[in-house]
């Protein structure tokens, strides 16, 4: 069972400029979570999708956006790069979307994109 | 809001020991989850290991145990029997009961090596 896919891996932008990155899902999971790995803020929150549905957002500018297509795939933008862009983007895929009384769920990771901004 | 800190930016071992890494977090909430996940260097982070705060047994998996304290908001990772491939960051990570699955709060982490 292939796992989850992220494209490009490695990617040097200027700023001003803006990019799109890419997330597969394993196969049947429908949820799909974004995070932004940095050595000083560490793992944030960007948001996650389900079902083409934004379900939660984190504490991010307007410059990030994302979106999920029919087939779970989803693809996170980021619009006006600043150097503080600079980070490993993390994709992260689940079964469901919501947890329930039992199901705890596992977040199946990505080898992430990592974004150099020049 | 939940915080989760993780107080040691680095930690090592010798194989074959016992180690163990500190992780406490802040929340209001009574119900919630507690995972500690690995992140290799150049490789994808995978679960070690998840606790539910309403179950009190400590989970274990294999050579990683956890000891949850609720009270004192308190959740560390025992790695026994210590292997070279055990050298990862390591984090410890919060998610709300019955919240968004994708929504994980993750500490700073802790930085493990692996003395041959």
């Known amino acids: 069972k292939a796992g989850v896919t992220q494209t490009p891996r490695y990617l040097i932008k200027t700023r001003g400029q803006q990019v799109t990155l890419s997330c597969s899902p394993i196969?049947?999971?429908?949820?799909v979570s974004w995070y932004q790995q940095t050595p000083g803020q560490g793992l944030q929150f960007l948001f996650e999708?389900?079902?083409?549905?934004?379900?939660n957002k984190g504490n991010f500018p307007g410059r990030f956006s994302g979106r999920q297509f029919s087939n779970s795939r989803s693809e996170m933008n980021v619009s006006t790069l600043e150097l503080g862009d600079s980070a490993l983007y993390l994709c992260?895929?689940?079964?469901?979307?919501?947890?329930?009384?039992?199901?705890?769920?596992?977040?199946?990771f990505g080898e992430g994109s990592r974004l150099t901004v020049l | 809001a939940q915080t989760v800190t993780q107080s040691q930016p680095e930690m090592s071992v010798q194989e074959a020991e016992t180690v163990t890494l500190s992780c406490t977090y802040d929340?209001?909430?009574?119900?919630?989850?507690l995972f500690w996940y690995k992140q290799p260097p150049s490789r994808q982070m995978i679960l070690v290991i998840r606790?539910?705060?309403?179950?009190?047994q400590n989970a274990t998996e294999n050579r990683f145990s956890v000891n949850f304290q609720k009270a004192a908001k308190s959740f560390s990772l025992k790695i026994s029997d210590s292997q070279l491939g055990d050298a990862a960051m390591y984090f410890c990570?919060?998610?709300?009961?019955?919240?968004?699955?994708?929504?994980?709060?993750f500490g700073k982490g802790t930085k493990l090596s692996v003395k041959p």
């Open positions: 992260a895929s689940s079964l469901a979307g919501w947890t329930g009384t039992t199901n705890t769920g596992e977040l199946f």
């Open positions: 196969s049947g999971h429908r949820s």
């Open positions: 999708y389900f079902s083409e549905t934004q379900r």
């Open positions: 929340t209001s909430e009574s119900d919630y989850y």
């Open positions: 606790q539910e705060a309403y179950k009190q």
């Open positions: 990570a919060y998610r709300t009961y019955g919240g968004s699955q994708g929504n994980l709060i």
